[in-house]
């Protein structure tokens, strides 16, 4: 007996074929012919990762030297960028899983709300550790709301979301005031208002003594190169949350489920044909809901993150990073080490406004410059004349704008993550390969 199993793992859709025994057919494997994907492009292999990282470092190190901005590659800037990066890129894996099923979530936003919100509510009553928990079951509540939509009603999902967004912003506002703002509520006496939870106590962080002090040494010396690298490995060993390490697990982790379990290939399969998942007995129905429900709590997780980083959960909180995190999973391609690439990048933007960025901004003016310039050519040499004539246009306007100013005005580095979400997307968009059932409705008993 013959069994057609049809799934999506990291290309194009491709049969395989097993026999009774469990032997493998001859059918393509992870949508690759002749080592590439089955859409002719090339995957990046694990030595050119590295390659590109290690020319990246260069690059910064390069550009620290010329400019004289050693915020470029210190400690504190990817202390902060970490930080900031870690509720995005949450974001970003809960819409990774949401979608890899076939369900489009824009409603990451909302849920991040509900999670910040269900943090500050327990957090300062219980901790911080009940507040992660908390941020959990706010976030998964409401995934839940958008698989009823989506999945259950056959709601269109970019409707669903926006509504998600929009209860959710209006639920905790109504919850803040009742909970937090009620006069003479024990919350009121210990520091709340309508707009803000009362402080909770600190996240516990972890050190790794010795490293973290050399680290530091090393970096003061501004050595080219070593002191860069000693730079950013220090933020990673000083002063790191614990709820910096669970995100990191969680990314593992859902790489490991996703593509490496049999339960993840059902979900994927579920995003790219459902109906014949359904003729092969994968319960879709199920599936669905599992994935948006995950989707939801780990973008409530994001929202918690944010709401115990400060101590306090605030109105407007989350300030638009679910929508950023959606961007992340776009440019990461659907897949968790992508996300948490494009998660460190918009961090690193975001954490500018933080640290007072404009002189920092205005040196990576000369390295987009740069790169810019350097891919006009590649795009000509393939012959995209537009393509090349815009981006040297755009390297040209970028490199006047650094030779005559000294810095950039406080609203541009404000701009700044949002403008780098567009130009990423925007030269990533020709490689993008989202599931082919992403958003299309399903019925239980299609494939019947």
């Given at each position: 007996?013959?069994?057609?199993?049809?799934?999506?793992?990291?290309?194009?859709?491709?049969?395989?074929?097993?026999?009774?025994?469990?032997?493998?057919?001859?059918?393509?494997?992870?949508?690759?012919?002749?080592?590439?994907?089955?859409?002719?492009?090339?995957?990046?292999?694990?030595?050119?990762?590295?390659?590109?990282?290690?020319?990246?470092?260069?690059?910064?190190?390069?550009?620290?030297?010329?400019?004289?901005?050693?915020?470029?590659?210190?400690?504190?800037?990817?202390?902060?960028?970490?930080?900031?990066?870690?509720?995005?890129?949450?974001?970003?894996?809960?819409?990774?899983?949401?979608?890899?099923?076939?369900?489009?979530?824009?409603?990451l936003e909302g849920m991040m709300m509900l999670g910040a919100f269900a943090a500050g509510w327990m957090g300062w009553q219980h901790g911080p550790w009940?507040?992660?928990?908390?941020?959990?079951?706010?976030?998964?509540?409401?995934?839940?709301?958008?698989?009823?939509?989506?999945?259950?009603?056959?709601?269109?999902?970019?409707?669903?979301?926006?509504?998600?967004?929009?209860?959710?912003?209006?639920?905790?506002?109504?919850?803040?005031?009742?909970?937090?703002?009620?006069?003479?509520?024990?919350?009121?006496?210990?520091?709340?208002?309508?707009?803000?939870?009362?402080?909770?106590?600190?996240?516990?962080?972890?050190?790794?003594?010795?490293?973290?002090?050399?680290?530091?040494?090393?970096?003061?010396?501004?050595?080219?190169?070593?002191?860069?690298?000693?730079?950013?490995?220090?933020?990673?060993?000083?002063?790191?949350?614990?709820?910096?390490?669970?995100?990191?697990?969680?990314?593992?982790?859902?790489?490991?489920?996703?593509?490496?379990?049999?339960?993840?290939?059902?979900?994927?399969?579920?995003?790219?044909?459902?109906?014949?998942?359904?003729?092969?007995?994968?319960?879709?129905?199920?599936?669905?809901?599992?994935?948006?429900?995950?989707?939801?709590?780990?973008?409530?997780?994001?929202?918690?993150?944010?709401?115990?980083?400060?101590?306090?959960?605030?109105?407007?909180?989350?300030?638009?990073?679910?929508?950023?995190?959606?961007?992340?999973?776009?440019?990461?391609?659907?897949?968790?080490?992508?996300?948490?690439?494009?998660?460190?990048?918009?961090?690193?933007?975001?954490?500018?406004?933080?640290?007072?960025?404009?002189?920092?901004?205005?040196?990576?003016?000369?390295?987009?410059?740069?790169?810019?310039?350097?891919?006009?050519?590649?795009?000509?040499?393939?012959?995209?004349?537009?393509?090349?004539?815009?981006?040297?246009?755009?390297?040209?306007?970028?490199?006047?704008?650094?030779?005559?100013?000294?810095?950039?005005?406080?609203?541009?580095?404000?701009?700044?993550?949002?403008?780098?979400?567009?130009?990423?997307?925007?030269?990533?968009?020709?490689?993008?390969?989202?599931?082919?059932?992403?958003?299309?409705?399903?019925?239980?008993?299609?494939?019947?």
């Amino acid at each position: 007996m013959t069994t057609n199993i049809t799934a999506e793992t990291g290309g194009n859709s491709a049969g395989a074929q097993r026999d009774g025994n469990g032997n493998g057919g001859k059918g393509k494997k992870d949508g690759v012919r002749g080592g590439k994907p089955a859409g002719g492009k090339r995957q990046l292999s694990y030595p050119v990762v590295l390659l590109i990282i290690a020319g990246g470092l260069v690059a910064l190190s390069v550009l620290r030297m010329i400019t004289g901005s050693d915020e470029v590659t210190s400690s504190g800037q990817y202390a902060s960028a970490l930080a900031a990066a870690v509720p995005i890129g949450l974001a970003g894996l809960g819409g990774l899983w949401s979608e890899r099923a076939g369900v489009i979530n824009i409603g990451l936003e909302g849920m991040m709300m509900l999670g910040a919100f269900a943090a500050g509510w327990m957090g300062w009553q219980h901790g911080p550790w009940v507040a992660a928990l908390a941020g959990i079951i706010g976030g998964a509540l409401g995934g839940l709301i958008h698989a009823i939509a989506t999945v259950t009603f056959g709601v269109d999902h970019i409707v669903s979301g926006v509504a998600v967004n929009i209860l959710a912003l209006g639920v905790v506002q109504f919850l803040a005031k009742l909970q937090f703002g009620a006069e003479g509520s024990a919350a009121s006496q210990a520091g709340g208002n309508d707009k803000q939870s009362p402080p909770m106590e600190d996240m516990p962080t972890f050190t790794v003594p010795g490293l973290a002090e050399g680290l530091q040494s090393v970096e003061k010396h501004h050595w080219f190169l070593v002191s860069d690298l000693a730079g950013i490995l220090g933020s990673f060993v000083s002063n790191v949350s614990w709820l910096t390490v669970l995100a990191v697990a969680l990314f593992v982790g859902s790489f490991f489920a996703l593509w490496r379990s049999s339960f993840g290939l059902r979900l994927r399969s579920c995003g790219e044909s459902p109906i014949a998942a359904e003729t092969l007995g994968v319960n879709v129905m199920k599936y669905k809901y599992a994935a948006v429900t995950v989707s939801g709590a780990l973008a409530g997780l994001g929202g918690a993150f944010l709401a115990i980083g400060v101590h306090i959960y605030q109105d407007q909180q989350t300030g638009g990073r679910g929508y950023i995190g959606l961007a992340t999973m776009i440019f990461g391609n659907w897949r968790p080490g992508g996300v948490a690439m494009g998660a460190g990048l918009f961090g690193f933007m975001d954490a500018l406004q933080l640290r007072g960025g404009g002189p920092t901004v205005h040196a990576l003016l000369l390295l987009v410059a740069v790169l810019l310039a350097a891919l006009a050519l590649w795009k000509l040499r393939q012959g995209g004349l537009i393509q090349a004539a815009l981006s040297g246009v755009v390297a040209v306007g970028l490199l006047v704008w650094y030779l005559v100013t000294d810095t950039v005005p406080l609203e541009f580095v404000e701009m700044s993550p949002y403008i780098t979400t567009l130009l990423v997307l925007s030269l990533a968009a020709q490689r993008l390969r989202p599931p082919k059932a992403i958003g299309r409705s399903y019925r239980r008993g299609q494939g019947t």
